[in-house]
């Protein structure tokens, strides 16, 4: 898989993908149906960072 830019499209809903964040973090999440990113790692959640790339499907 290869990342893609937040800017050129979004994961399906619900569809747990690697999500690479602003401050360079790595982790897993998934676009909630309205949109908005989960991260599932609850530190890195915490400081509410931006998500600028996705791999998966």
Same mark, same amino acid.
């Given at each position: 898989?290869?990342?893609? %830019? &937040? *800017?050129?499209? =979004? +994961?399906? +809903?619900?569809? *747990?993908?690697? &999500? =690479?964040?602003? %401050?360079?973090? *790595? &982790?897993?999440?998934? @676009? $909630? %149906?309205?949109?908005?990113?989960? =991260? =599932?790692? +609850?530190? &890195?959640?915490?400081? $509410? +960072?931006? @998500?600028?790339?996705?791999?998966?499907?």
């Amino acid at each position: 898989m290869t990342w893609i %830019s &937040v *800017k050129q499209r =979004l +994961p399906e +809903p619900f569809t *747990k993908v690697w &999500v =690479l964040t602003d %401050s360079g973090r *790595k &982790v897993t999440g998934y @676009v $909630k %149906s309205n949109g908005e990113w989960h =991260l =599932l790692c +609850p530190q &890195v959640a915490a400081t $509410k +960072p931006e @998500v600028i790339r996705w791999e998966g499907e």
